[in-house]
């Protein structure tokens, strides 16, 4: 075996099953050795779109996301994509090529300190080694998938990859999941089972098939509403009647949601990551006044709220250890139902022509287990306030770091994963010219998914603050595109619809193509005034 093969299998044994990026010359060992393990490689246009695709694989199946690029330019083009697995907590496997050690002292064409470079922005950097190949993959998949998941960068030498490599050794078992023990413990037991006007916030750190049970079963044995992070919705499902959706970037949502926060005297968090919220999300309750209990991964450091009590370890696993035995009555005010139907009202579809009702729309006639992409913008607030979640990842996004460019690559990479599912991506224009050379990914995959692109030749939400500011229009409109030309011109279908029933004509025929289709759904610039 070669160094390159050590990280390929283990890899392989880990469940992943692709690989994605663009090859250069220093990588070549490490594409064949991906190869021979059985996980496929899927050449991209670009590396960050590569990135995205391979956090949608994660989704899908469980194991890590792996990112393929060669030295320097390809290496760098990774950036933005491994700081959103970072910010959204994404595992993913960051392979680069570079140069051997030696080289490096004497040759200066394309090298640079790629590990510095790697290293604010990932859990843990390494350079191969052959004599510890077996070890450096083992860490790096530790460090990528335990506590709170996030992306590990491994720089490989030229000759480090074809060096010989037995890849034997101990390596260390998975670590057991931990629960909370000790005095506190029967406090916080005796405050849930107390509870008058419990209230569950939902977050990453929960976002598992485990989760969504864990969260159901708290949410019902408290008769607790749930208000989960864009990122979480469906981990209870969204047509339950303790549902309250998503909450993040929506001024709307808050008005509603936060003076319900307030009213809670007991405040159960559950694997709530704050780094998906606005800043109206800072300390949204009152430890001095409510019992806030705190359940996350790693400890807080952000300092965005405070607890009454701070549980760090396995989400799932503590909140089962502190739930009462005997299912709670529900609040004893009307406050919580009546905030279910304010958020109802609140996000109605429009009745006239716009992304509201093109949103609303989608929602009616697309298959319920549809798997939803969403690219950062005002179309995206507006989706994740609307959009009707049933299960955990029904709506995939980039909520932490909020990258533009980012739902077309994430919804090839699940349609790719889970080629029987309806797979749609939501994107603003601006977002889709970003990324729409994957297009040629997807056709030469022979992917069908539906990629939504609303077109207002306007940075909308970028305008929509300029405007709110009282400000000149100044860089945020631009020329409009065809959208529908480019969706034909890389093989696919494309459509241009302008009404409600060119765009009902236009889902009915994408959802039985053969290949992808783009829908550009045509909105006013100011089409998303009031919304959200």
Known sequence: ????????????????????????????????????????????RHENAAGFMAEATYHRTGAPGILL????????????????????????????????????????????????????????????????AHVIIDKALGLATQGRPGPVHIDVPISVADAPADG???????????????????????????????????????????????????????????????KAKGLLPENHPLSLGGAGLSPKADQILLPLIAQADVVLCIGYDPIEMRQGWTNPWDPARQTVIDVTAVPNDHYMHHATYNIVGDPVHSVAALLPEAPLTGWDIPAAAEAKTAMQQAFAPSDTWGPSQAIAICGDMLPKDTLITADSGAHRILLSQMWECRFPRALTQSSGFCTMGCAVPLAIGAKLADRDRTVVSFSGDAGFLMVVGELATAAEQGLAPIFVVFVDASLALIELKQRGRQMKNVGVD???????????????????????????????????AETFTVIAVHIDRQAYDGSF
């Open 1 to 44: 075996m070669r160094a390159a093969d050590v990280i390929a299998k283990r890899l392989y044994e880990q469940g992943c099953r692709y690989a994605f990026g663009m090859p250069g010359g220093e990588v070549l060992t490490l594409l064949d050795a991906l190869d021979k393990a059985g996980i496929e490689f899927i050449l991209c």
């Open 168 to 230: 034997g050794g101990t390596l260390r078992p998975p670590a057991l999941p931990t629960a909370p023990a000790g005095p506190a413990v029967d406090a916080i037991r005796h405050s849930l089972a107390g509870a008058k006007r419990p209230l569950i916030v939902a977050g990453l750190d929960v976002l598992s098939d485990e989760g969504a049970k864990i969260v159901t079963r708290a949410a019902e044995t408290l008769q607790a509403p749930v208000i989960t992070t864009y």
């Open 69 to 132: 690029a060669t030295v320097g330019p390809g290496a760098l083009n990774g950036i933005n994509v491994v700081e959103n697995a970072r910010q959204d907590r994404v595992p993913m496997i960051v392979l680069t090529g570079c140069v051997d050690a030696d080289t490096a002292q004497v040759y200066t064409h394309q090298v640079l300190d790629q590990p510095q470079v790697f290293r604010p922005i990932t859990k843990g950097s390494f350079t191969l080694t052959a004599g510890a």
């Open 478 to 512: 631009f020329q409009g595109t065809d959208m529908a030309a480019l969706g034909r011109a890389f093989g696919g279908n494309g459509v241009s619809v302008r009404d409600a029933d060119g765009l009902r004509q236009a889902l009915t025929d994408a959802m039985s």
